[in-house]
């Protein structure tokens, strides 16, 4: 499924709000396409963050960066990014022209691709992006693909939606809270400190700033039920960050069956984005300053 000219698919202004239009297929990367403009996005882009994140994001994202071979020269090619990928961990990216429907991004993962958008935002959107492009798909998730056990959850995670998707839409949202707590906005404990690993937060200067440096934000061991009980921001920064201790407690709490689990939560009311609870290992309870009292997603 090639498309010689790939489209960008964006959000749409419509009665309805700005709503995300899905697009389907695999495309080629346009490389010769990319203007000077958009190499100089990724650039400056990838300078602020190469700055930033040493002792702020963990060891293994930083890692991957290195490997990979990232740098200010320029959007990288996937397919020279695929050729180290596919020796070391068997992934592979593919170029999409943006969101992808449920279960066609399930499919992929749990094929071991990673779909990332081709197309980059502009030079007046450097910090803020109501969805995702190539610099959050390509630097904020395709390092840690590197490594082996993260690697294996991000499949496990695949094959997880497959079946979610076939269960309902209660499951897909339990699942979906997953992945924006641990995947995109998940903080691991090391001996040095708490350190980024999500890629919502890698990706983004202001909350790689503001996810360890603020006192506003709960920060809480990861638990899995407790996870997929809690609803999330979409428009703002995190108002609780879920701390795992390392990428197979991870992998590991995530292998048994999720289907008594949705159950279970299927009968329970969600907590608030923002919420502490008795049974919660607590990092830190936040001072809860400037936070939005709207409705969570
Ligand atoms: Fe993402």
Same mark, same amino acid.
């Given at each position: 499924?090639? =498309?010689?000219?790939?489209?960008?698919?964006?959000?749409?202004?419509?009665?309805?709000?700005?709503?995300?239009?899905?697009?389907?297929?695999?495309?080629?990367?346009?490389?010769? &396409?990319?203007?000077?403009?958009?190499?100089?996005?990724?650039?400056?882009?990838?300078?602020? #963050?190469?700055?930033?994140?040493?002792?702020?994001?963990?060891?293994?994202?930083?890692?991957?960066?290195?490997?990979?071979?990232?740098?200010?020269?320029?959007?990288?090619? *996937?397919?020279?990014? =695929?050729?180290?990928?596919?020796?070391?961990?068997?992934?592979?990216?593919?170029?999409?022209?943006?969101?992808?429907?449920? %279960?066609?991004?399930?499919?992929?993962?749990?094929?071991?691709?990673?779909?990332? &958008?081709?197309?980059?935002?502009?030079?007046?959107?450097?910090?803020?992006?109501?969805?995702?492009?190539?610099?959050?798909?390509? *630097?904020?998730?395709?390092?840690?693909?590197?490594?082996?056990?993260?690697?294996?959850?991000? #499949?496990?995670?695949?094959?997880?939606?497959?079946?979610? *998707?076939?269960?309902?839409?209660?499951?897909?949202?339990?699942?979906?809270?997953?992945?924006?707590?641990?995947?995109? *906005?998940?903080?691991?404990?090391?001996?040095?400190?708490?350190?980024?690993?999500?890629?919502?937060?890698?990706?983004?200067?202001?909350?790689?700033?503001?996810?360890?440096?603020?006192?506003?934000?709960?920060?809480?061991?990861?638990?899995?039920?407790?996870?997929? =009980?809690?609803?999330?921001?979409?428009?703002?920064?995190?108002?609780?960050?879920?701390?795992?201790? &390392?990428? %197979?407690?991870?992998?590991?709490?995530?292998?048994?069956?999720?289907?008594?689990?949705?159950?279970?939560?299927?009968?329970?009311?969600?907590?608030?984005?923002?919420?502490?609870?008795?049974?919660?290992?607590?990092?830190?309870?936040?001072?809860?300053?400037?936070?939005?009292?709207?409705?969570?997603?």
């Amino acid at each position: 499924m090639e =498309n010689a000219t790939p489209r960008r698919v964006e959000h749409q202004q419509t009665d309805r709000g700005y709503v995300p239009v899905y697009a389907t297929g695999v495309v080629e990367q346009p490389w010769d &396409s990319y203007s000077v403009t958009d190499h100089e996005v990724w650039n400056t882009l990838y300078r602020r #963050q190469r700055e930033l994140l040493p002792g702020r994001a963990c060891a293994e994202f930083l890692e991957g960066v290195e490997r990979f071979g990232m740098g200010e020269n320029g959007i990288p090619k *996937f397919a020279d990014l =695929n050729a180290l990928l596919g020796k070391t961990t068997g992934w592979q990216i593919v170029a999409v022209e943006g969101l992808l429907p449920d %279960e066609v991004f399930f499919d992929h993962l749990a094929n071991r691709r990673f779909p990332v &958008s081709w197309w980059i935002r502009k030079p007046d959107q450097l910090d803020y992006l109501s969805e995702p492009d190539l610099f959050h798909d390509l *630097f904020g998730h395709v390092p840690l693909l590197l490594n082996p056990v993260f690697a294996d959850y991000m #499949q496990a995670y695949g094959r997880g939606g497959m079946k979610a *998707f076939g269960i309902g839409p209660g499951a897909l949202m339990n699942l979906t809270r997953l992945y924006w707590y641990t995947v995109e *906005f998940g903080l691991i404990n090391t001996p040095d400190g708490l350190r980024i690993y999500g890629a919502g937060i890698v990706s983004s200067k202001g909350e790689s700033i503001y996810c360890l440096d603020s006192a506003a934000p709960n920060r809480i061991g990861f638990g899995l039920e407790r996870v997929m =009980n809690t609803r999330y921001r979409i428009d703002t920064y995190q108002q609780t960050y879920f701390v795992i201790d &390392s990428f %197979e407690q991870l992998f590991d709490a995530t292998r048994p069956d999720f289907t008594p689990i949705y159950q279970r939560l299927a009968a329970k009311t969600p907590h608030a984005a923002g919420d502490v609870l008795e049974s919660d290992r607590v990092f830190n309870v936040g001072t809860r300053e400037g936070w939005a009292t709207n409705a969570d997603t």
